[in-house]
């Protein structure tokens, strides 16, 4: 009957479930969706294929290392979903030309 003792908190953090703040993962949960929404949506424009495999990359690495220090489930969802979507533009992008321009 501990959840008597404590009540569940509405403040702090938009990703934190937990009720506290967490500012390092919210700011890396965040960064992985943007990274992660803009290689997905540049992976469809062939021209764009180098900002998509530098965006993807870093997406990939940024969402990583989010994963690892995340706390709540919130966070680790939304990381993963920014992880996919950089995932899929990193791999197309690498398919459209690379990371490099020849």
Do not use: N
């Not at 706390?71 to 990371?99: D, K, N, P, Y």
């Amino acid at each position: 009957m501990a959840q008597v003792t404590h009540p569940k908190s509405s403040g702090g953090s938009l990703f934190a479930s937990d009720g506290r703040s967490h500012p390092l993962q919210d700011g890396l949960t965040a960064a992985t969706l943007i990274l992660g929404l803009v290689a997905f949506v540049t992976c469809w424009f062939h021209s764009l294929s180098l900002l998509t495999s530098w965006v993807g990359l870093v997406g990939i690495l940024v969402g990583a290392y989010a994963q690892y220090v995340s706390v709540t489930t919130r966070e680790r969802f939304l990381t993963i979903l920014g992880l996919g979507a950089a995932a899929i533009g990193f791999f197309l992008g690498m398919a459209h030309g690379g990371l490099f321009v020849l």
